[in-house]
């Protein structure tokens, strides 16, 4: 009679672990299986926290003309790492907070085949800043091999607007999706909580998140983990803040926010109905970049129909 009970207590624990992956030490990462998300898109609200834009500027930097992704120093809170897309060689370029050009540098080891993303925060090497730079666009859908780019961040105190600098040690982090699909992505976060790189796909019916969890092996081709579906799509910029505490998915007009609670894993905050956050609606967005104070946020476009772009910051009020 006893195993009678024995069974059914083996079973009941079973369940308890079935729906969620868990790491060595206990800590939930990913859910069992992908998340169907759903919110009520046509009621959200926004959040009354952030002031609306305040146009800092006219790039200075007249070679910007596809920003895709941006980036606020770690080292120097007034400058921001900024990229171009598909069609600019590997540089990183730096703008000021008021939009002024600081120079750019060259990342030896990098090719920018289409750059769609950026992000900063920890990696490897405790108490060091990171930039990952997304190589994880595909229009056509015609590569299986996706790449992130993770540099340590240089120094930039002393730059000016002739500064031409090369970055060497850079390490290139390969990946496929599950289903060894070709995708194309523009969203690119670091859970500084986790040193887990999110990637987010734009072209799909519904934005699907994935996950490379850390440690991401630099030595062979990873496979990443399905976190689920998003119901919307166009995912075109994210970012997730320096203490991890709120999460931001950009697409071409609005931009969703989740607030984390309790350092509870990603998949839980995207589970909740998310609020909008102010925008200034751009001719072609694709940049969002959260200030590692947490004093607000800035958005950046591409050059579109011959309009200049225009660097937006978001005051927290």
Not at 2 to 24: E, N, Q
Not at 194 to 220: C, F, G, H, N, W
Request: glycine share 8%.
């Amino acid at each position: 009679m006893r195993y009678f009970f024995v069974i059914p207590a083996a079973l009941i624990i079973i369940a308890l672990f079935h729906g969620c992956s868990k790491s060595t030490n206990g800590e939930v990462l990913v859910p069992g299986k992908p998340v169907m998300y759903e919110y009520d898109m046509d009621n959200l609200e926004f959040h009354n926290g952030f002031h609306q834009s305040e146009a800092r500027g006219v790039l200075e930097n007249r070679q910007i003309v596809e920003a895709s992704g941006i980036a606020v120093s770690r080292s120097n809170t007034s400058r921001l790492w900024v990229h171009n897309d598909s069609g600019d060689y590997n540089r990183l370029l730096v703008v000021g907070e008021n939009a002024e050009d600081f120079g750019q540098f060259i990342i030896e080891g990098a090719f920018n085949r289409d750059w769609e993303d950026m992000a900063i925060g920890p990696g490897p090497v405790y108490g060091k800043d990171y930039l990952y730079i997304g190589e994880i666009g595909d229009n056509r859908a015609q590569y299986e091999i996706m790449s992130v780019y993770r540099v340590a961040e240089p120094d930039i105190s002393s730059l000016d607007s002739v500064t031409y600098a090369t970055v060497e040690g850079v390490e290139r982090i390969d990946y496929v999706y599950p289903d060894r699909r070709s995708r194309d992505a523009e969203t690119l976060m670091i859970d500084p909580l986790t040193r887990d790189l999110y990637i987010v796909t734009k072209r799909d019916e519904r934005s699907i998140i994935y996950v490379a969890r850390y440690p991401q092996d630099t030595k062979k081709v990873i496979i990443l983990d399905k976190i689920g579906y998003f119901p919307f799509n166009r995912a075109l910029a994210g970012d997730i803040s320096a203490d991890g505490t709120e999460i931001a998915v950009k697409t071409d007009d609005r931009i969703y926010y989740w607030q984390r609670k309790n350092s509870e894993p990603v998949f839980e905050a995207l589970k909740r109905q998310p609020l909008l956050l102010p925008y200034t609606l751009e001719p072609q967005g694709e940049a969002f970049g959260w200030m590692p104070d947490g004093s607000g946020y800035y958005t950046l476009s591409e050059k579109a129909d011959d309009i200049e772009p225009v660097l937006y910051f978001y005051r927290r009020r």
